[in-house]
């Protein structure tokens, strides 16, 4: 997949990570004032909701970031460090409920430094914007470089809900001896396209740590028609597999009665050629049972050596929910 966008919206967003996801260890480091909300809240995964009569010690509660109006010259900022470095194609802005005290424009500025360095020698990857009351405001970013940090400036002050940096997570390249989870988001996992994701999405599968709850997974609705539903994943690394781990945690009266992987390797990295494509690849683990609430781990005497590959396609039969898949493998 091309990485340089000349738009962005809310559709091609869903085909990256969010890099300031706080559930990846994002953090807000600094900032120039929080009076009003703390910084941390702009990182929140889930959606912003606002809080009508909800009040604390510095007024009305709001989920987001939120500086004191600004008497003096200049403007606020906020620093915050990546939870995984990664090559940044897009942001989203986000001032939902934010109407009388938003920001009247944004920028931000990058910067890549080692684990334990002060964020220095920042560039500009996105000039100064307008913001509106309560709204996305998706923009392209087309920086090359991979990112560990970025600076949020907001001209003059005011209250951004959300701030999501999407991108792709910069792979590994001293993990070759070791046996890795090829598909986690931490070592550059994608996850490329569903037949459905009413409950969930399947970007979900590939987070650190077991799910927290029915809502950190993979679901799709009820199928009432005769067939299965799928996702194609993106290894980060072309490997071999030798270990596979699929998880139904918190699902209880809605996991997959079965599943099935077909895998490939493939260099072409268009979602929908990949998905006409993934119907013919070869099968990686055959059908196999699931049970409700648990930890299903096939090692290499019951699924097929297909060699290196890239990309799986997971089959659930018919329909339901998975927390976690895990490809242990190492890359070749």
Not at 306 to 313: A, E, K, N, Q, Y
Request: contains cysteine; charged residues 25%.
């Amino acid at each position: 997949m091309s990485t340089v966008l000349h738009s962005f919206d809310q559709a091609i967003a869903t085909a990256y990570v969010n890099l300031a996801d706080d559930r990846l260890g994002a953090q807000a480091i600094s900032c120039s004032d929080e009076f009003f909300a703390p910084a941390s809240r702009m990182l929140n995964s889930a959606a912003p909701v606002f809080h009508p009569g909800r009040f604390d010690d510095h007024g009305q509660y709001m989920e987001g970031w939120e500086t004191r109006r600004k008497r003096v010259a200049g403007y606020d900022w906020c620093i915050v460090q990546l939870g995984l470095p990664g090559k940044i194609v897009g942001v989203d802005i986000d001032t939902s409920h934010f109407t009388g005290n938003y920001p009247v424009a944004a920028s931000l500025d990058a910067c890549n430094v080692s684990k334990g360095e002060k964020p220095d020698n920042w560039q500009e990857i996105l000039y100064a914007v307008t913001l509106s009351s309560s709204a996305h405001h998706f923009h392209a970013i087309n920086a090359h470089d991979s990112w560990t940090h970025v600076r949020l400036n907001i001209y003059p002050d005011g209250g951004i809900a959300r701030l999501r940096v999407y991108g792709i997570v910069q792979a590994p390249e001293d993990k070759l001896d070791e046996e890795i989870d090829l598909l986690a988001i931490e070592n550059g996992g994608r996850a490329m396209a569903a037949s459905d994701e009413h409950y969930g999405n399947p970007w979900s599968l590939l987070r650190p740590g077991r799910g927290i709850n029915m809502g950190d997974g993979w679901e799709t609705r009820r199928r009432r028609l005769p067939g299965n539903e799928w996702c194609v994943l993106a290894l980060g690394k072309r490997g071999r597999v030798s270990r596979i781990v699929l998880d139904t945690a918190h699902y209880k009266g809605n996991y997959p009665d079965r599943c099935l992987i077909q895998a490939a390797d493939v260099t072409i990295n268009n979602s929908k050629s990949l998905v006409n494509q993934s119907l013919f690849w070869e099968t990686l683990l055959p059908e196999q049972k699931l049970t409700m609430d648990a930890i299903h781990t096939f090692d290499k005497e019951i699924f097929n050596d297909l060699g290196p590959i890239t990309h799986v396609r997971v089959n659930i039969i018919p329909d339901g929910g998975l927390s976690r898949v895990r490809l242990f493998g190492r890359i070749e």
